[in-house]
């Protein structure tokens, strides 16, 4: 298994310009997520989806877009980037066990916009 | 609503010393609480897990946490640190299935 992927590693955007960050799973995990990583802050939790056609927004989740369409996938869009946006982005997966499910973090993908 | 304070935003060690890397919760509800380990631009990796069993849990690497409710606590520690401990280290809450908490981190530097 791959486990969790991310692409691209690294990404520099200009402001106004749009994106998107690619999340893939191979593990067959119902449950994805989105986080941002900002020094000093941890990571805060971006978006999430439960399964295929269903996502919804987590802590910090204006300026961002997603959509499920397959239980693989999980792409993140930034229509319009923003500095603000400067970030590592992390996408995670598990089952939908529960909150006692172990998360597999994708190597993530850090972003500038300039 | 929960979160999660790591009193120390860097702590240093020398190593063969014990380690102790403190965390505070708030939940509403019984919470999970985890530590996650990420070495410098890597991802992260779990290192342990309560799941309100075992008070006392044992993680990867030699790791250890302890769940104490009174003190709303979850401390990780480390008998004998080593270099290669050298990381960021996360505790995180999660009170239902979709919403996972990090603290802001620790920084753990094991001096030679």
């Known amino acids: 298994n791959a486990g969790v992927t991310q692409t691209p590693k690294f990404q520099v955007l200009k402001t106004g310009q749009s994106m998107t960050l690619q999340c893939a799973q191979d593990?067959?995990?119902?449950?994805m997520s989105w986080y941002r990583q900002d020094p000093g802050m941890g990571l805060r939790l971006i978006h999430y989806?439960?399964?295929?056609?269903?996502?919804d927004q987590g802590e910090v989740p204006n300026g961002y877009n997603v959509s499920r369409s397959t239980t693989e996938d999980f792409p993140l869009r930034l229509l319009s980037a923003a500095p603000s946006q400067t970030s590592v982005y992390f996408c995670?997966?598990?089952?939908?066990?529960?909150?006692?499910?172990?998360?597999?973090f994708g190597p993530g993908t850090r972003l500038t916009v300039l | 609503a929960q979160s999660v304070t790591q009193l120390d935003s860097h702590v240093s060690v020398s190593e063969g010393t014990p380690v102790l890397l403190r965390c505070n919760y708030s939940?509403?509800?019984?919470?999970?609480l985890f530590w996650y380990v990420q070495h410098p631009n890597k991802g992260l990796q779990l290192l342990l897990k309560?799941?309100?069993?075992?008070?006392l849990v044992k993680g990867i690497n030699g790791f250890e946490a302890e769940f104490k409710k009174s003190e709303t606590s979850f401390h990780l520690t480390k008998p004998s640190a080593h270099m290669s401990d050298a990381a960021e280290y996360f505790c995180?809450?999660?009170?239902?299935?979709?919403?996972?908490?990090f603290g802001a981190g620790t920084r753990l530097t094991v001096k030679p």
């Open positions: 989806s439960v399964g295929a056609g269903i996502t």
């Open positions: 995670a997966s598990r089952r939908t066990g529960g909150s006692t499910d172990t998360q597999y």
């Open positions: 995180v809450v999660s009170a239902n299935n979709n919403d996972m908490r």
């Open positions: 593990m067959n995990h119902e449950y």
């Open positions: 939940s509403s509800y019984s919470p999970s």
């Open positions: 309560y799941t309100s069993a075992a008070t």
